[in-house]
Nanobody, 115 residues
Framework: QVQLVESGGGLVQAGGSLRLSCAAS????????MGWYRQAPGQQRELVAA???????NYADSVKGRFTISRDNAKNTLSLQMSSLKPEDTGVYYC?????????WGQGTQVTVSS
């Protein structure tokens, strides 16, 4: 079983920065994709950014140029550096890991951006 634990959320003013981290533990298949999703109140969960175990990343248009996703395969960790934060970035951010056979989610961490 794989467990994902997020950290680094909090309250920040618009224009500020935050860094989210996700630690994965358990039996993890080497070929996988990890990503960050977010869910705002009353909204559907949406992809923010994802990165494959080979290092290929993709971003939602709304965060391109502001957020950077990275991972350390040796440590099974995932990070999201968020800059120039906007109130619309507010939501619960979830870490996600997908293999050929399974999908796993973390518990989520709250990010609140005040205007």
């Amino acid at each position: 079983q794989v467990q994902l634990v997020e950290s680094g959320g909090g309250l920040v003013q618009a224009g500020g920065s935050l860094r989210l981290s996700c630690a994965a533990s358990g039996i993890i298949f080497a070929i996988n994709t990890m990503g960050w999703y977010r869910q705002a109140p009353g909204q559907q969960r949406e992809l923010v950014a994802a990165i494959t175990s080979g290092g290929t990343s993709n971003y939602a248009d709304s965060v391109k140029g502001r957020f950077t996703i990275s991972r350390d395969n040796a440590k099974n960790t995932l990070s999201l550096q968020m800059s120039s934060l906007k109130p619309e970035d507010t939501g619960v951010y979830y870490c996600n890991l997908v293999t050929l056979w399974n999908k796993y989610w973390g518990q989520g961490t709250q990010v609140t951006v005040s205007s």
